[in-house]
């Protein structure tokens, strides 16, 4: 028997890289995954995975900078199985780098709409219904990026680190309740690293040759391997935490700096 057997899981964001990565290993361990993505041909793909994994899949076409949208996916799955035991807020979209200058009011709230009020949302749609149940497990992405203060990404560095300083907050209060709330700022090889890179191959060789492990992480065996662990009961006593799942890159840091024009493009 898996070690999520009986376990209901919403993961955001699913429909492709860290995301995808993780519902396949929950559903590798018997869980089954509400796949609330914005994409719907990604997200029935990953849904329609994971039965064959050991798991059970279902798709519910989710716009996290919707709140409606957001309650609408945690209703589903406390629907569908009746409890929902594990939260991952994943997904992100966002605008495209540039230099803080550029940025615009418009942009920033896009970016902490989508990447910090997803997750306040969220979290406090799942908590009646684990606290109810008797506990129950938060899991929220962030990044290095907003860490180690990378270049030309301001909007996604204060969003992630807000949903940072969200987690820590409902750790604390919400551990009476056995709701524990944990963050993974992980590296992955991910489509989206994939685009950066292929534009910015410079930067990534130099970047890969500083990393300890000289290899960036897999999001189903790597990532969603710490996942794992955050939402069973090995996690029982593990809350508040920020775990790096980065094969050590943020012990040296992190050569990122993609090739940008002094000047906004007209």
């Given at each position: 028997?898996?070690?999520?057997?009986?376990?209901v899981?919403?993961?955001?964001?699913?429909?492709?890289?860290?995301?995808?990565?993780?519902?396949?290993?929950?559903?590798?361990?018997?869980?089954?995954?509400?796949?609330?993505?914005?994409?719907?041909?990604?997200?029935?793909?990953?849904?329609?995975?994971?039965?064959?994994?050991?798991?059970?899949?279902?798709?519910?076409?989710?716009?996290?900078?919707?709140?409606?949208?957001?309650?609408?996916?945690?209703a589903?799955?406390?629907?569908?199985?009746?409890?929902?035991?594990?939260?991952?807020?994943?997904?992100?979209?966002?605008?495209?780098?540039?230099?803080?200058?550029?940025?615009?009011?418009?942009e920033?709230e896009?970016?902490?709409?989508?990447?910090?009020?997803?997750?306040?949302?969220?979290?406090?749609?799942?908590?009646?219904?684990?606290?109810?149940?008797?506990?129950?497990?938060?899991?929220?992405?962030?990044?290095?990026?907003?860490?180690?203060?990378?270049?030309?990404?301001v909007?996604?560095?204060?969003?992630?680190?807000?949903?940072?300083?969200?987690?820590?907050?409902?750790?604390?209060?919400?551990?009476?309740?056995?709701?524990?709330?944990?963050?993974?700022?992980?590296?992955?090889a991910?489509?989206?690293?994939?685009?950066?890179?292929?534009?910015?191959?410079?930067?990534?060789?130099?970047?890969?040759?500083?990393?300890?492990?000289?290899?960036?992480?897999?999001?189903?065996?790597?990532?969603?391997?710490?996942?794992?662990?955050?939402?069973?009961?090995?996690?029982?006593?593990?809350?508040?935490?920020?775990?790096?799942?980065?094969?050590g890159?943020?012990?040296?840091?992190?050569?990122?700096?993609?090739?940008?024009?002094?000047?906004?493009?007209?």
């Open positions: 028997m898996g070690r999520l057997a009986g376990k899981a919403l993961v955001t964001g699913a429909g492709q890289g860290i995301g995808r990565g993780i519902a396949r290993r929950f559903a590798r361990e018997g869980a089954r995954v509400l796949v609330a993505e914005w994409n719907a041909e990604t997200g029935a793909r990953t849904a329609s995975e994971l039965a064959a994994l050991g798991g059970e899949g279902r798709f519910v076409r989710t716009d996290v900078g919707d709140c409606a949208q957001v309650n609408a996916a945690v589903a799955a406390q629907g569908a199985w009746g409890r929902i035991d594990v939260l991952v807020n994943n997904a992100w979209a966002g605008p495209p780098m540039g230099r803080v200058e550029w940025k615009t009011t418009e920033m896009q970016a902490l709409r989508v990447g910090f009020l997803s997750n306040f949302w969220s979290m406090q749609a799942v908590f009646p219904h684990m606290k109810q149940q008797g506990g129950g497990r938060i899991i929220n992405l962030c990044s290095l990026n907003g860490v180690n203060a990378h270049m030309y990404t909007h996604y560095n204060a969003a992630k680190e807000a949903v940072r300083a969200l987690t820590r907050t409902a750790a604390r209060e919400w551990a009476p309740y056995n709701v524990l709330c944990n963050v993974i700022c992980p590296a992955a991910t489509e989206a690293y994939r685009a950066v890179m292929d534009a910015n191959p410079a930067m990534e060789k130099q970047l890969l040759a500083q990393h300890p492990m000289h290899r960036m992480g897999d999001p189903e065996e790597d990532i969603g391997g710490v996942a794992l662990f955050l939402a069973s009961e090995d996690s029982r006593y593990v809350t508040g935490n920020t775990l790096f799942v980065d094969g890159s943020h012990i040296n840091g992190s050569p990122w700096a993609p090739e940008l024009p002094e000047e906004l493009p007209r």
